[in-house]
């Protein structure tokens, strides 16, 4: 049967979200926000497992962002860092490192622990890429911090922390490269594309080939509310460099794309034999639940493309990638899960995956 697998997070329950807020106020304890998130992470994981998804994440539950989790509580980071525009108007900012050095407060290992508390199917672990990660630095340098001195840090620190998440039994550990797609809109040269390659590679060759095995990549243009940050910029632009990265499994965004065909053509050209590919079958963003039968089409669809036994489904995006959206219900995220599930079944069966 052909592999399926979530890419993370989904949407906080209500609670959760404003015991997140009264926090950040002041106004209940770490102890009492602990609380909030287990009972959400248990909840999350049952009904996970409720849809018949061989693999899970821990829906993010914890997390302020996907984005910023590991330097959440950091003292050496200031709010008003590089503006992340969307589609629909909204902005989001990322952090602004302020001192040096670096180190992360909460790695994703320790989202897995808890977890793993919960689970009785293997768990995946979402983790931010050191490229989006690199943006935190400020153009203007800090005094005594050089730039280089900052990525050899962040290096690092990503290493250890795919290791322990690797070596605590993690099924995937999934690297979060949304900003792929978005660095060519804000630089059409590539070179900012071609430079976050670069680092990535840096972590991902510290991994022998077995340990790559289990290490993927996600790319998309975001999908926050109601919109996402680069759908605009041709994915072509970015699938030919993207392979180079030297990861097993790629996760890629596909059932919110105009022309999927011409991006099925394109992952064929450029894709490695030994890359793995898990095509989106799942789009976020739209409120409409997809059938399985719509699920199995679109498998059914990218198998012309790329061989059965390298492919894979998946959603596009993460459900809720910040903590405080709320344009999707949990409802709606566990219902799409369920018909990817079944529509990769399905589908699998069509083509004698059984």
Do not use: W
């Not at 009904?47 to 962002?65: A, F, M, N, Y």
């Amino acid at each position: 049967m052909l592999p399926t697998e979530p890419i993370g997070s989904i949407p906080r329950p209500a609670e959760l979200i404003a015991g997140m807020q009264a926090f950040q106020l002041g106004r209940i304890s770490q102890q009492e926000l602990n609380a909030l998130c287990d009972f959400a992470l248990k909840d999350t994981i049952e009904r996970l497992e409720s849809t018949g998804s061989p693999v899970i994440t821990d829906g993010e539950q914890g997390k302020q962002s996907f984005a910023t989790y590991p330097i959440q509580g950091l003292e050496n980071v200031a709010p008003d860092g590089i503006p992340i525009p969307f589609a629909d108007g909204h902005i989001r900012n990322l952090p602004r490192l302020t001192n040096g050095p670096f180190h992360y407060r909460t790695p994703a290992d320790v989202h897995l622990e808890r977890a793993q508390r919960y689970a009785h199917v293997p768990l995946k672990q979402a983790i931010i890429s050191v490229s989006a990660l690199s943006l935190l630095y400020p153009q203007g340098g800090i005094r005594g911090y050089s730039r280089e001195a900052y990525l050899d840090d962040l290096v690092v620190e990503q290493e250890r922390e795919i290791s322990r998440c690797l070596q605590k039994g993690a099924h995937v550990v999934q690297i979060d490269f949304t900003e792929a797609r978005l660095s060519l809109k804000l630089d059409p040269t590539r070179r900012l594309l071609h430079s976050f390659i670069d680092l990535n590679n840096l972590v991902l060759e510290r991994f022998s080939a077995d340990d790559r095995k289990r290490i993927g990549v996600h790319t998309c243009p975001g999908a926050d509310r109601h919109s996402s940050h680069s759908a605009e910029v041709d994915y072509a632009e970015l699938l030919p460099s993207l392979f180079t990265l030297k990861a097993a499994s790629f996760y890629l965004q596909l059932a919110s794309e105009s022309d999927r065909k011409r991006v099925l053509k394109t992952i064929r050209r450029y894709a490695k034999d030994e890359q793995r590919i898990f095509v989106g079958v799942i789009d976020p963003l739209d409120l409409h639940v997809e059938s399985p039968e719509e699920v199995k089409e679109r498998v059914i669809e990218a198998a012309e493309y790329i061989s059965p036994n390298r492919l894979g489904t998946t959603d596009d995006c993460g459900f809720a990638p910040f903590s405080d959206d709320t344009s999707r219900s949990r409802e709606t995220a566990f219902e799409k899960i369920r018909a990817r599930v079944a529509g990769t079944a399905a589908a699998s069966k069509a083509l004698g995956l059984e």
